[in-house]
């Protein structure tokens, strides 16, 4: 089956400043890779998502990039607020039966 | 609309011991599934369903049994309780085509 990892486990920015968490799968047929947040206590909501017809995706303050030559997909997320916060996990879709692969998530602090 | 949802929201089983975890959606979708998610692992997906009538296995599946009678309903059974099914248990739902899941809100179970 699939291999999802995600780094860095954890991650401290200054407020304002980028964050990138990054991710690289093992499977070359997988075509879906949503990213979610969760909030300590609460349920993963899918903030950004990219199929693997397109290079790049972005939302405001946050970015998918995808590139299927190495297997690889990356959040970016811009201007960084203390709410931004949580715990972001990476996501791949295999390519059959709709089966979902997550990482291991990365925990990020935006520090005030 | 209540999106997902899934019962009971907390429970504590003694060893050996059986339960049901229900997991309802009103959305109309075909997909359902079941995850855990423990300390520094992400989520796996224990079993999931692609339509009414039908169950598949997914990464984690064993000590785990599940059924599908009703389009809107997913049920996780665990037939003797072992303390390493302690976890967090999420139930999702998505549509094939467009490959987003919608979440329910978790439910935390304790097994002494």
């Known amino acids: 089956g699939e291999n999802v990892e995600q780094h860095p486990s954890t991650l401290s920015v200054q407020e304002g400043d980028s964050a990138v968490i990054k991710c690289t799968y093992s499977?070359?047929?997988?075509?879906?890779f949503p990213w979610y947040k969760q909030e300590l206590g609460k349920r993963p909501q899918l903030i950004i998502d990219?199929?693997?017809?397109?290079g790049e995706k972005k939302d405001q303050r946050i970015a998918v990039t995808l590139n299927k030559t190495a297997k690889h997909f990356s959040l970016h997320i811009t201007e960084t607020q203390p709410e931004d916060s949580a715990v972001y996990f990476c996501?791949?879709?295999?390519?059959?039966?709709?089966?979902?692969?997550f990482g291991t998530g990365t925990s990020l602090t935006v520090i005030p | 609309n209540a999106g997902v949802t899934q019962t009971p929201k907390f429970r504590v089983l003694k060893t050996g011991q059986s339960m049901t975890l229900l997991c309802a959606q009103d959305?109309?979708?075909?997909?359902m599934y079941w995850y855990r998610q423990d300390p520094g692992m992400g989520l796996r997906l224990i079993h999931y369903?692609?339509?009414?009538?039908?169950?598949a296995k997914g990464e984690v599946p064993d000590g785990y049994n599940v059924s599908r009678l009703k389009k809107q309903n997913f049920l996780l059974g665990l037939e003797s309780a072992a303390p390493s099914q302690t976890s967090v248990y999420f139930c999702?739902?998505?549509?094939?085509?467009?490959?987003?899941?919608?979440f329910g809100p978790g439910t935390r179970l304790t097994v002494t």
């Open positions: 999702a739902s998505g549509q094939g085509d467009s490959y987003e899941q919608y």
């Open positions: 499977d070359s047929a997988s075509n879906y």
């Open positions: 990219i199929r693997s017809n397109v």
């Open positions: 996501a791949a879709r295999g390519n059959t039966g709709n089966q979902f692969y």
């Open positions: 959305m109309n979708h075909e997909y």
């Open positions: 369903s692609v339509g009414e009538g039908t169950t």
